[in-house]
């Protein structure tokens, strides 16, 4: 199981030959090195360890694509295969394996790992051709979430007479309200709920380590301020904002991590009784869904989630896809 942390640079070189590492890095930080790069040169280890070192930045997606990286370098070592046999026609194998077993958006990401890797691996001069850019995956676009109204059951149902309830709805309106990613919510500290001028605002720390600043709507300020005032919380600089329960329920100093987050939804979802598969990006989608189908600009739709293109913004621009009772009613036979 590969850690999610930050990367150590430490090697651990082997005995007989200093200029060859340990297929298994002993330093709990580091992933192993698999023999699909040992085996290929000192050149190409390097440039991996480099590559998730020096040029993932984001922890989040460092630990997913060393997961998918290793899962494909254990693929090829049971086959045999060295780094230089890696082909187009292997690398879609491989993915077809996969969605056997794995949802389209995991196979998604695996092909994105590889993509990425083989491309730092290409301009290391380790690789002539990158093999993974010719494979296609599945589309699949998460275009939805939850209905209006299946949100406002799902935060009305919060027991908020708890630090528990307080807590998760708070964090809930911050997804819903801000568009945010869970993973910039999760990193959120005190001070990054702050006011200026007359209003409230989040900061939220994006892919890439960007800043997005975004007014607070009252609803997420009125949800964060409740559970704000009942932990006594003193805005000290630092401390993570959502934070993990011990078994008093009471709140601790260990930040919430993301898969504690959909843990979490998974189960109040349970509880009213949703049929919708719910994810934490579920809220991310209602929160654009509902702003562009209440009105809502696409342009400020995208400034509001900080998506890179309108394009990404636009697949969640429902509006054209409502089909009236009478309209249905036209096709007469």
Known sequence: MLPSDLLSSKLLMSDSNTSRPSRQLTTT????????????GEQAWRRVIEFFTAH???PNTRAAYAQAVGQFAEWCQDRKLLLNQVSPFLVAAYLEELMRRMAVPSVKQHLAALRMLFDYLVTGQVLPSNPANSARGRKHVLRKGLTAEETRTLLDVIDTTTVAGLRDRALIGVMVYSFARVGAVVTMNSEDYFAQGKRFWFRLH??????HDVPAHHKAEEYLDDYLATTGSDGQRGRALFRTLDRKGQLTERRMHRVEVLAMIKRRARQVGLATAVCCHSFRATGITC???????LE???RIAAHESPRTTKLYDRTSDEISLDEIERIVI
């Open 291 to 297: 702003y562009l189908l209440s009105g809502g600009t």
């Open 300 to 302: 400020h739709a995208q």
């Open 56 to 58: 993932l930045r984001n």
């Open 206 to 211: 994006e892919k890439g380590g960007k800043l």
């Open 29 to 40: 930080q580091l992933p192993p090195v698999h023999a699909l790069f040992v085996d290929a």
